[in-house]
Protein backbone atom coordinates (compact mmCIF):
# COMPACT_ATOMS: atom_id res chain seq x y z
CA UNK A 1 0.00 0.00 0.00
CA UNK A 2 1.52 3.10 -1.11
CA UNK A 3 0.34 6.78 -0.13
CA UNK A 4 -0.11 9.12 -3.44
CA UNK A 5 -1.33 12.48 -3.55
CA UNK A 6 -2.55 13.40 -6.90
CA UNK A 7 -3.55 16.67 -8.74
CA UNK A 8 -5.91 17.54 -11.02
CA UNK A 9 -5.82 20.69 -13.27
CA UNK A 10 -8.65 23.16 -14.32
CA UNK A 11 -9.60 21.06 -17.26
CA UNK A 12 -9.61 17.42 -15.66
CA UNK A 13 -12.39 19.19 -13.66
CA UNK A 14 -14.12 21.22 -16.23
CA UNK A 15 -17.46 19.46 -15.78
CA UNK A 16 -19.63 17.06 -13.71
CA UNK A 17 -18.59 14.55 -16.41
CA UNK A 18 -14.79 15.24 -15.84
CA UNK A 19 -15.29 15.17 -12.44
CA UNK A 20 -16.81 11.59 -12.41
CA UNK A 21 -14.00 10.55 -14.18
CA UNK A 22 -11.29 11.87 -11.74
CA UNK A 23 -13.49 9.75 -8.85
CA UNK A 24 -13.78 6.61 -11.22
CA UNK A 25 -9.82 7.09 -11.08
CA UNK A 26 -9.21 7.69 -7.59
CA UNK A 27 -11.60 4.69 -6.76
CA UNK A 28 -9.71 2.40 -8.87
CA UNK A 29 -6.24 3.37 -6.59
CA UNK A 30 -8.21 3.09 -3.72
CA UNK A 31 -9.24 -0.39 -4.31
CA UNK A 32 -5.52 -1.24 -5.08
CA UNK A 33 -5.59 -0.47 -1.42
CA UNK A 34 -3.18 2.63 -1.79
CA UNK A 35 -4.21 5.75 0.76
CA UNK A 36 -4.77 8.76 -1.96
CA UNK A 37 -5.41 12.86 -1.33
CA UNK A 38 -6.87 14.78 -4.21
CA UNK A 39 -5.90 18.53 -4.80
CA UNK A 40 -8.30 19.88 -7.32
CA UNK A 41 -7.72 23.20 -9.15
CA UNK A 42 -10.96 25.11 -10.06
CA UNK A 43 -13.17 24.44 -13.11
CA UNK A 44 -11.13 25.49 -16.39
CA UNK A 45 -12.32 29.13 -16.78
CA UNK A 46 -13.52 29.54 -13.62
CA UNK A 47 -10.67 31.95 -12.05
CA UNK A 48 -11.04 34.05 -15.02
CA UNK A 49 -14.52 34.67 -14.76
CA UNK A 50 -13.83 35.61 -10.99
CA UNK A 51 -11.32 37.85 -11.06
CA UNK A 52 -13.15 39.37 -14.13
CA UNK A 53 -15.84 40.36 -11.84
CA UNK A 54 -13.87 41.64 -9.24
CA UNK A 55 -12.42 43.98 -11.86
CA UNK A 56 -16.20 45.15 -12.64
CA UNK A 57 -16.39 46.25 -9.32
CA UNK A 58 -12.69 47.78 -9.45
CA UNK A 59 -10.40 48.03 -11.95
CA UNK A 60 -7.48 47.22 -9.76
CA UNK A 61 -8.37 45.00 -7.43
CA UNK A 62 -7.72 45.13 -3.54
CA UNK A 63 -5.41 41.89 -3.04
CA UNK A 64 -7.17 40.60 0.40
CA UNK A 65 -10.66 40.64 -1.34
CA UNK A 66 -9.53 39.38 -4.71
CA UNK A 67 -8.12 36.13 -3.05
CA UNK A 68 -11.60 35.84 -0.97
CA UNK A 69 -13.29 35.66 -4.70
CA UNK A 70 -11.45 33.84 -6.71
CA UNK A 71 -10.58 30.89 -3.59
CA UNK A 72 -14.20 29.90 -4.19
CA UNK A 73 -13.25 28.69 -7.39
CA UNK A 74 -11.56 25.40 -6.21
CA UNK A 75 -13.78 25.39 -2.96
CA UNK A 76 -16.78 24.31 -5.45
CA UNK A 77 -14.62 21.76 -6.76
CA UNK A 78 -13.42 20.08 -3.93
CA UNK A 79 -16.90 19.81 -3.07
CA UNK A 80 -18.08 18.07 -6.40
CA UNK A 81 -15.10 15.33 -6.53
CA UNK A 82 -16.27 14.59 -2.58
CA UNK A 83 -19.41 13.95 -3.80
CA UNK A 84 -18.33 12.06 -6.74
CA UNK A 85 -16.28 9.71 -4.81
CA UNK A 86 -19.54 9.19 -1.83
CA UNK A 87 -21.73 8.80 -5.18
CA UNK A 88 -19.55 5.66 -5.86
CA UNK A 89 -19.21 4.33 -2.29
CA UNK A 90 -16.44 5.63 -1.17
CA UNK A 91 -15.61 7.81 2.35
CA UNK A 92 -14.04 11.31 0.72
CA UNK A 93 -13.78 14.20 2.68
CA UNK A 94 -13.38 18.15 1.91
CA UNK A 95 -10.72 20.60 3.02
CA UNK A 96 -10.28 24.31 1.99
CA UNK A 97 -6.81 25.67 2.34
CA UNK A 98 -8.02 27.12 5.84
CA UNK A 99 -9.34 23.64 7.05
CA UNK A 100 -6.06 21.81 6.38
CA UNK A 101 -4.05 24.92 7.57
CA UNK A 102 -2.27 25.46 4.83
CA UNK A 103 0.17 28.50 6.58
CA UNK A 104 0.96 30.90 4.14
CA UNK A 105 2.88 33.88 4.42
CA UNK A 106 0.25 37.07 3.70
CA UNK A 107 2.15 38.27 -0.01
CA UNK A 108 -1.91 38.15 -1.23
CA UNK A 109 -1.97 36.81 -4.82
CA UNK A 110 1.27 35.05 -4.47
CA UNK A 111 1.99 33.97 -1.61
CA UNK A 112 4.49 31.10 -0.12
CA UNK A 113 3.73 27.99 1.89
CA UNK A 114 5.77 28.25 4.92
CA UNK A 115 4.13 24.88 6.78
CA UNK A 116 1.35 22.64 6.38
CA UNK A 117 -0.09 20.86 9.73
CA UNK A 118 -0.71 17.45 8.19
CA UNK A 119 -2.21 15.68 11.33
CA UNK A 120 -5.68 16.09 10.27
CA UNK A 121 -5.31 14.30 7.39
CA UNK A 122 -3.02 11.77 8.44
CA UNK A 123 -5.90 10.81 10.39
CA UNK A 124 -9.06 10.49 7.75
CA UNK A 125 -6.60 8.55 5.67
CA UNK A 126 -5.83 6.23 8.28
CA UNK A 127 -9.83 5.95 8.85
CA UNK A 128 -10.41 5.01 5.29
CA UNK A 129 -11.58 8.70 3.60
CA UNK A 130 -10.13 9.77 0.57
CA UNK A 131 -8.74 13.60 1.29
CA UNK A 132 -10.06 16.39 -1.07
CA UNK A 133 -7.94 19.62 -0.69
CA UNK A 134 -8.31 22.28 -2.54
CA UNK A 135 -5.15 23.57 -4.66
CA UNK A 136 -3.70 27.22 -4.94
CA UNK A 137 -4.59 28.61 -1.65
CA UNK A 138 -3.80 28.63 2.20
CA UNK A 139 -4.33 30.81 5.20
CA UNK A 140 -1.65 33.78 7.16
CA UNK A 141 -0.99 34.10 10.55
CA UNK A 142 -4.13 36.14 10.48
CA UNK A 143 -6.46 33.93 9.38
CA UNK A 144 -6.66 35.41 6.06
CA UNK A 145 -7.48 34.03 2.76
CA UNK A 146 -4.21 33.40 0.60
CA UNK A 147 -3.82 32.35 -3.05
CA UNK A 148 -0.69 31.06 -4.29
CA UNK A 149 -0.65 32.49 -7.76
CA UNK A 150 -1.29 31.13 -11.29
CA UNK A 151 -0.31 27.29 -11.29
CA UNK A 152 -0.65 27.40 -7.79
CA UNK A 153 -2.22 24.03 -7.19
CA UNK A 154 0.91 22.26 -8.45
CA UNK A 155 2.90 23.96 -5.47
CA UNK A 156 0.11 22.64 -3.30
CA UNK A 157 0.12 19.03 -4.22
CA UNK A 158 3.86 18.93 -4.18
CA UNK A 159 3.92 20.27 -0.62
CA UNK A 160 1.36 18.27 0.32
CA UNK A 161 3.25 15.22 -0.59
CA UNK A 162 6.38 16.65 1.10
CA UNK A 163 4.54 17.06 4.29
CA UNK A 164 2.27 13.70 4.10
CA UNK A 165 6.26 11.42 2.86
CA UNK A 166 3.86 10.61 0.30
CA UNK A 167 5.42 7.73 -2.29
CA UNK A 168 4.59 9.91 -5.15
CA UNK A 169 3.18 12.54 -6.73
CA UNK A 170 0.77 12.44 -9.77
CA UNK A 171 0.50 15.67 -11.47
CA UNK A 172 -2.47 15.47 -14.10
CA UNK A 173 -3.49 17.75 -16.99
CA UNK A 174 -4.49 17.72 -20.30
CA UNK A 175 -1.35 16.71 -21.85
CA UNK A 176 0.05 13.08 -21.34
CA UNK A 177 3.62 14.99 -19.98
CA UNK A 178 6.66 16.80 -20.80
CA UNK A 179 7.58 17.50 -24.43
CA UNK A 180 10.55 18.29 -25.63
CA UNK A 181 8.39 21.61 -26.40
CA UNK A 182 4.94 22.37 -27.01
CA UNK A 183 3.30 20.00 -29.23
CA UNK A 184 0.92 22.80 -30.49
CA UNK A 185 3.56 24.72 -31.95
CA UNK A 186 5.99 21.99 -33.00
CA UNK A 187 3.93 18.69 -34.10
CA UNK A 188 7.46 17.16 -34.02
CA UNK A 189 7.83 17.41 -30.28
CA UNK A 190 8.59 14.12 -28.31
CA UNK A 191 7.63 13.53 -25.13
CA UNK A 192 10.16 12.39 -22.59
CA UNK A 193 9.98 9.11 -20.98
CA UNK A 194 12.28 10.98 -17.35
CA UNK A 195 13.49 14.36 -17.30
CA UNK A 196 15.87 15.46 -14.33
CA UNK A 197 14.74 17.94 -11.77
CA UNK A 198 17.03 20.64 -12.89
CA UNK A 199 16.16 20.62 -16.40
CA UNK A 200 12.56 20.48 -15.06
CA UNK A 201 13.56 23.42 -13.29
CA UNK A 202 15.00 25.40 -15.80
CA UNK A 203 12.06 24.78 -18.32
CA UNK A 204 9.67 25.94 -15.86
CA UNK A 205 11.29 28.99 -15.26
CA UNK A 206 11.93 29.02 -18.80
CA UNK A 207 8.61 29.60 -19.59
CA UNK A 208 7.19 25.58 -19.85
CA UNK A 209 3.55 25.51 -18.46
CA UNK A 210 3.84 21.85 -17.78
CA UNK A 211 4.24 22.57 -13.94
CA UNK A 212 4.45 25.92 -12.09
CA UNK A 213 8.30 26.45 -10.73
CA UNK A 214 7.38 26.48 -7.52
CA UNK A 215 5.99 22.95 -7.09
CA UNK A 216 9.26 21.81 -9.09
CA UNK A 217 11.12 23.30 -6.46
CA UNK A 218 9.08 21.76 -3.62
CA UNK A 219 9.97 18.40 -5.22
CA UNK A 220 13.64 18.92 -5.65
CA UNK A 221 13.93 20.44 -2.17
CA UNK A 222 12.24 17.31 -0.10
CA UNK A 223 13.22 14.77 -2.83
CA UNK A 224 9.35 14.03 -3.48
CA UNK A 225 8.64 11.82 -6.50
CA UNK A 226 6.74 13.25 -8.83
CA UNK A 227 4.67 11.97 -12.49
CA UNK A 228 3.04 14.14 -15.03
CA UNK A 229 0.03 12.46 -16.52
CA UNK A 230 -2.79 12.98 -18.63
CA UNK A 231 -6.13 12.90 -16.96
CA UNK A 232 -8.18 11.69 -20.29
CA UNK A 233 -5.37 8.49 -20.92
CA UNK A 234 -5.94 5.35 -18.54
CA UNK A 235 -2.70 3.85 -19.58
CA UNK A 236 -0.08 6.32 -20.25
CA UNK A 237 2.84 5.97 -17.58
CA UNK A 238 3.61 9.92 -18.13
CA UNK A 239 6.90 11.38 -17.40
CA UNK A 240 9.05 10.88 -14.47
CA UNK A 241 10.71 13.88 -12.99
CA UNK A 242 13.77 12.42 -11.11
CA UNK A 243 17.44 13.21 -9.91
CA UNK A 244 20.39 13.25 -12.27
CA UNK A 245 21.98 10.01 -10.42
CA UNK A 246 19.11 7.85 -10.78
CA UNK A 247 17.64 9.32 -14.37
CA UNK A 248 20.75 7.29 -15.67
CA UNK A 249 19.73 4.47 -18.30
CA UNK A 250 22.15 1.85 -20.25
CA UNK A 251 21.92 4.28 -23.03
CA UNK A 252 25.71 4.85 -24.48
CA UNK A 253 24.94 8.40 -24.81
CA UNK A 254 22.80 10.65 -23.08
CA UNK A 255 20.58 13.31 -25.00
CA UNK A 256 22.66 16.74 -24.59
CA UNK A 257 19.33 18.85 -25.18
CA UNK A 258 16.20 17.68 -23.38
CA UNK A 259 13.82 20.46 -24.67
CA UNK A 260 13.16 24.12 -26.06
CA UNK A 261 11.28 26.54 -23.28
CA UNK A 262 9.56 29.81 -24.56
CA UNK A 263 8.03 32.71 -22.92
CA UNK A 264 5.59 35.07 -23.87
CA UNK A 265 4.90 36.88 -20.93
CA UNK A 266 7.68 39.10 -20.20
CA UNK A 267 8.60 42.72 -20.90
CA UNK A 268 11.59 44.28 -20.89
CA UNK A 269 12.69 47.57 -19.07
CA UNK A 270 15.47 49.39 -19.91
CA UNK A 271 17.30 53.00 -18.16
CA UNK A 272 19.76 54.63 -20.14
CA UNK A 273 22.73 56.67 -19.30
CA UNK A 274 23.04 55.35 -15.86
CA UNK A 275 26.01 56.65 -13.95
CA UNK A 276 28.45 53.77 -14.20
CA UNK A 277 29.06 53.83 -9.58
CA UNK A 278 28.77 51.30 -7.35
CA UNK A 279 25.34 50.53 -5.82
CA UNK A 280 23.79 51.56 -8.99
CA UNK A 281 22.20 48.15 -9.81
CA UNK A 282 20.38 47.98 -5.91
CA UNK A 283 19.16 51.94 -6.23
CA UNK A 284 17.50 50.36 -9.28
CA UNK A 285 16.50 46.77 -8.34
CA UNK A 286 15.50 47.25 -5.01
CA UNK A 287 12.27 49.63 -5.16
CA UNK A 288 11.12 46.99 -7.50
CA UNK A 289 11.83 44.31 -5.42
CA UNK A 290 10.56 46.14 -2.21
CA UNK A 291 7.21 46.35 -4.72
CA UNK A 292 7.09 42.34 -4.75
CA UNK A 293 8.12 42.41 -8.68
CA UNK A 294 10.10 39.77 -9.96
CA UNK A 295 12.86 39.90 -12.19
CA UNK A 296 14.12 37.68 -14.09
CA UNK A 297 16.94 38.36 -17.07
CA UNK A 298 19.70 41.57 -15.85
CA UNK A 299 22.48 42.82 -18.22
CA UNK A 300 24.41 45.70 -18.08
CA UNK A 301 26.06 47.81 -20.55
CA UNK A 302 29.18 50.31 -19.83
CA UNK A 303 29.83 53.15 -22.13
CA UNK A 304 32.77 55.10 -22.80
CA UNK A 305 31.18 58.16 -21.26
CA UNK A 306 31.19 56.67 -17.84
CA UNK A 307 27.64 56.26 -17.83
CA UNK A 308 26.03 52.68 -18.30
CA UNK A 309 22.71 51.54 -19.70
CA UNK A 310 20.92 48.99 -17.38
CA UNK A 311 18.06 46.30 -18.67
CA UNK A 312 16.04 43.54 -16.97
CA UNK A 313 12.93 41.83 -17.53
CA UNK A 314 9.81 41.39 -16.03
CA UNK A 315 6.18 40.18 -16.22
CA UNK A 316 4.42 41.68 -18.95
CA UNK A 317 1.40 42.53 -16.62
CA UNK A 318 3.85 44.31 -14.36
CA UNK A 319 5.59 46.39 -16.54
CA UNK A 320 3.83 49.65 -16.51
CA UNK A 321 3.65 49.31 -12.41
CA UNK A 322 7.71 48.80 -12.62
CA UNK A 323 8.08 51.89 -15.14
CA UNK A 324 5.92 54.72 -13.41
CA UNK A 325 7.83 52.98 -10.03
CA UNK A 326 11.39 53.67 -11.61
CA UNK A 327 10.05 56.71 -13.29
CA UNK A 328 8.76 58.79 -9.92
CA UNK A 329 10.95 57.14 -7.48
CA UNK A 330 14.27 56.12 -8.62
CA UNK A 331 14.85 58.13 -12.66
CA UNK A 332 15.64 61.53 -10.46
CA UNK A 333 17.76 59.98 -7.83
CA UNK A 334 20.09 58.04 -10.08
CA UNK A 335 19.61 61.24 -13.14
CA UNK A 336 19.04 58.35 -15.77
CA UNK A 337 18.17 59.70 -18.92
CA UNK A 338 15.72 57.74 -20.16
CA UNK A 339 13.64 55.04 -19.09
CA UNK A 340 11.45 52.68 -21.81
CA UNK A 341 9.67 49.52 -21.87
CA UNK A 342 9.04 47.10 -24.66
CA UNK A 343 6.07 44.15 -23.94
CA UNK A 344 6.96 42.97 -27.82
CA UNK A 345 9.73 40.18 -26.72
CA UNK A 346 9.47 36.83 -26.11
CA UNK A 347 12.33 34.51 -24.24
CA UNK A 348 13.39 31.15 -25.70
CA UNK A 349 15.62 28.80 -23.86
CA UNK A 350 17.20 25.58 -25.09
CA UNK A 351 17.99 23.15 -21.43
CA UNK A 352 20.10 20.09 -21.32
CA UNK A 353 22.27 18.75 -18.15
CA UNK A 354 24.57 17.31 -21.14
CA UNK A 355 24.95 20.83 -21.61
CA UNK A 356 27.58 20.23 -18.82
CA UNK A 357 29.79 18.11 -20.98
CA UNK A 358 29.34 19.30 -24.60
CA UNK A 359 30.77 22.20 -25.91
CA UNK A 360 29.43 24.08 -28.95
CA UNK A 361 25.55 24.42 -27.86
CA UNK A 362 25.43 28.25 -27.77
CA UNK A 363 27.40 28.57 -30.80
CA UNK A 364 24.88 26.21 -32.42
CA UNK A 365 22.18 28.10 -30.93
CA UNK A 366 23.29 31.63 -32.21
CA UNK A 367 23.93 29.97 -35.66
CA UNK A 368 20.77 28.88 -35.75
CA UNK A 369 19.11 31.65 -35.19
CA UNK A 370 21.38 33.86 -37.06
CA UNK A 371 21.00 31.88 -40.25
CA UNK A 372 16.90 32.83 -39.77
CA UNK A 373 17.64 36.28 -39.44
CA UNK A 374 16.84 36.49 -35.66
CA UNK A 375 18.56 38.90 -33.71
CA UNK A 376 19.10 38.18 -30.37
CA UNK A 377 18.56 41.29 -27.46
CA UNK A 378 19.74 39.56 -24.30
CA UNK A 379 21.23 36.17 -23.32
CA UNK A 380 20.89 34.22 -20.18
CA UNK A 381 23.01 31.42 -19.13
CA UNK A 382 23.36 28.71 -16.62
CA UNK A 383 25.11 24.93 -16.28
CA UNK A 384 22.23 23.60 -18.31
CA UNK A 385 20.12 26.37 -20.23
CA UNK A 386 21.15 29.09 -22.64
CA UNK A 387 18.53 31.92 -23.07
CA UNK A 388 18.22 34.57 -25.11
CA UNK A 389 15.52 37.42 -25.39
CA UNK A 390 14.38 38.36 -29.51
CA UNK A 391 11.76 39.90 -31.12
CA UNK A 392 8.25 38.24 -30.48
CA UNK A 393 7.07 38.11 -33.87
CA UNK A 394 10.08 35.49 -34.45
CA UNK A 395 8.89 33.35 -31.46
CA UNK A 396 7.67 30.66 -33.38
CA UNK A 397 10.13 30.56 -35.58
CA UNK A 398 13.05 30.19 -33.14
CA UNK A 399 11.37 27.06 -31.19
CA UNK A 400 10.98 25.52 -34.88
CA UNK A 401 14.39 25.71 -36.03
CA UNK A 402 16.33 24.91 -32.70
CA UNK A 403 14.11 22.14 -32.48
CA UNK A 404 14.82 20.30 -35.70
CA UNK A 405 18.94 21.67 -35.12
CA UNK A 406 18.92 20.08 -31.96
CA UNK A 407 17.01 16.76 -33.63
CA UNK A 408 14.48 16.89 -30.54
CA UNK A 409 12.28 14.73 -32.59
CA UNK A 410 14.38 11.64 -32.41
CA UNK A 411 15.07 10.00 -29.75
Not at 19 to 30: D, E, F, G, L, W
Not at 58 to 81: A, H, K, N, Y
Not at 226 to 233: M, P
Amino acid sequence: MALIVQKYGGTSVANPERIRNVARRVARYKAMGHQVVVVVSAMSGETNRLIGLAKEIMPDPDPRELDVMVSTGEQVTIGMTALALMELGIKAKSYTGTQVKILTDNAFNKARILNIDEHNLKSDLADGYVCVVAGFQGVDANGNITTLGRGGSDTTGVALAAALGADECQIYTDVDGVYTTDPRLVPEARRLDKITFEEMLELASQGSKVLQIRSVEFAGKYKVKLRVLSSFDEDGDGTLITFEEDSKDDSMEEPIISGIAFNRDEAKITILGVPDKPGIAYQILGPVADANIDVDMIIQNVGADGTTDFTFTVHKNEMNKALSLLRDKVQGHIQAREINGDDKIAKVSVVGVGMRSHVGIASQMFRTLAEEGINIQMISTSEIKIAVVIDEKYMELAVRVLHKAFELEAK
